[in-house]
């Protein structure tokens, strides 16, 4: 988990309102990208009858009617699935935190 402390000299609620608006931005635009990356990955689930986990884990190109392109494409489209999710689930964990604290930490050493 993460936790975001913003310390501004403008009203702090703006400033941590427009960050958490483009946090929100890029989660939602993350989504939407995982979205049609599953669509991509569906064809080749369908049609070989294997998660992308099992593909990538012991599958060839050589097991693929396409071979290597096919391979290729499949792989790359798993990997970025992972990568989106990633990217995803670290988002998703930040939590906002009150700079106050840090100042009250800071007088007390």
Same mark, same amino acid.
């Given at each position: 988990?993460?936790?975001? $402390? ?6 702090? #609620?703006?400033?941590?309102?427009? *960050? ?7 989660? #939602?635009? =993350?989504?939407?990208? =995982? !979205? ?12 070989? !009858? ?13 097991? =693929? ?16 699935? &992972?990568?989106?999710?990633?990217? &995803? ?6 939590? $906002? !935190?009150?700079?106050? *604290? =840090? ?7």
């Amino acid at each position: 988990m993460t936790t975001v $402390y913003i310390e501004s000299t403008e009203e702090q #609620n703006v400033i941590q309102q427009l *960050i958490r608006s483009a946090i929100e931005s890029e989660i #939602n635009r =993350l989504e939407l990208a =995982l !979205g049609v990356a599953h669509k991509r990955i569906e064809p080749f689930e369908k049609k070989y !009858g294997v998660t992308s986990k099992f593909f990538i884990e012991e599958m060839s190109a050589e097991e =693929l009617d396409g071979r290597d392109d096919e391979y290729v494409h499949w792989a790359g489209e798993y990997k970025l699935t &992972l990568r989106l999710q990633d990217k &995803l689930s670290r988002l998703k964990e930040i939590n $906002y !935190g009150d700079p106050n *604290i =840090l100042r009250r930490d800071q007088r007390n050493d």
